[in-house]
Structures are given as C-alpha cells and as structure tokens.
C-alpha cells in the first residue's frame, strides 16, 4: 500500500477520534471553525489537531501553529512554542526537517529561531501535496521528536 493511500486512510480514522488538542486553536484571530486541521503526534499516533492547538509532550506542551493561511502557499512558517506544564515558556534549541509525503523529491531543514514567545521555522514547500514535518525540540539535551502532518498545503 502507498504511504499517500495510508496517510488518506489515517486521516480519515483520525478524525474520528478525539482530537490532540488543547486549547482554543485561533491562530492569527480566525474562527476555530476554518482553521486548518492538522495531523500531530501523540503518543506515536496521528491525531488531528486545529492549527494554533497544543499538545503535550514530556514535561510540557509544544503550541504548533502554521502561517499564513490558508495553508496554499509554498512559503510557510511554522512556529513552536514550548511550555513547561504549567505554561511558562520553556529555552530549547528546535530544529525541523520536512518533506513530501509519497514522493522522493523536495523537503529540506531548518533551524529555529526565536520570534514572539515562540521558535519559528521557515518552510519552502516545493510543489503542493502532503507534507511531514519531523519537529526536534531539545531541552538541554533532552529531546522530543513531534510529527506533524500537513494534509495539503503548499
């Protein structure tokens, strides 16, 4: 079976599950209701989560939000903001390598930098489609891997 056909399969048994998040998901002040879904590691399974939302990781809570929406553009940035559990900003060294889903053709790695209470990462997406981005957050050496699946963007 192809990843792209199990990554459709995925999302659609995802989305009957209960979402990942926590918190409102408003990126950029828009409704919840056309805010992107995207599809966000928990526990080693992808589960759906409205851009702007949280989820947690050990120790804390990574805030995944994508801009500028809609999601149609090649250019994106992609800011993570990491928490210790009681929400208080958390120092780490974040660093994410993306790449089309299905396809042996573009991707690349960036190195994020700090931009308002978050890290920021800019994506060039090659061509529209799916994309996975692999999200390394390192806290003074320890470290959390976060997937997050962008269904369609680009």
């Known amino acids: 079976m192809s990843r792209l056909v199990l990554l459709g399969m995925l999302a659609v048994l995802a989305g009957a ?20 879904t995207i599809l966000v ?3 080693g399974v992808l589960r759906p989560m409205q851009n702007g939302g949280r989820v947690a990781i050990p120790g804390g809570w990574a805030t995944v939000t994508l801009s500028p929406l809609p ?27 993306y790449e089309m889903v299905g396809m042996t ?18 994506l060039h997406l090659a ?3 799916s994309w996975r981005l ?12 976060l997937v997050v699946v962008l269904p369609q963007a680009g």
């Open 71 to 97: 999601l149609e553009r090649e250019a994106l940035d992609l800011d993570v903001a990491v928490t210790d559990v009681d929400g208080r900003p958390v120092s780490a060294d974040l660093r994410v390598a």
């Open 17 to 36: 599950c209960a979402p990942a998040a926590a918190g409102s998901g408003a990126a950029e002040g828009i409704p919840d209701e056309e805010q992107p």
């Open 105 to 122: 053709h573009g991707g690349g790695a960036e190195r994020a930098l700090a931009h308002a209470g978050a890290y920021r990462m800019p």
């Open 134 to 145: 692999t999200v390394l957050i390192d806290r003074g050496g320890d470290v959390t891997t």
């Open 127 to 129: 061509m529209p489609g």
């Open 41 to 43: 590691s928990d526990g």
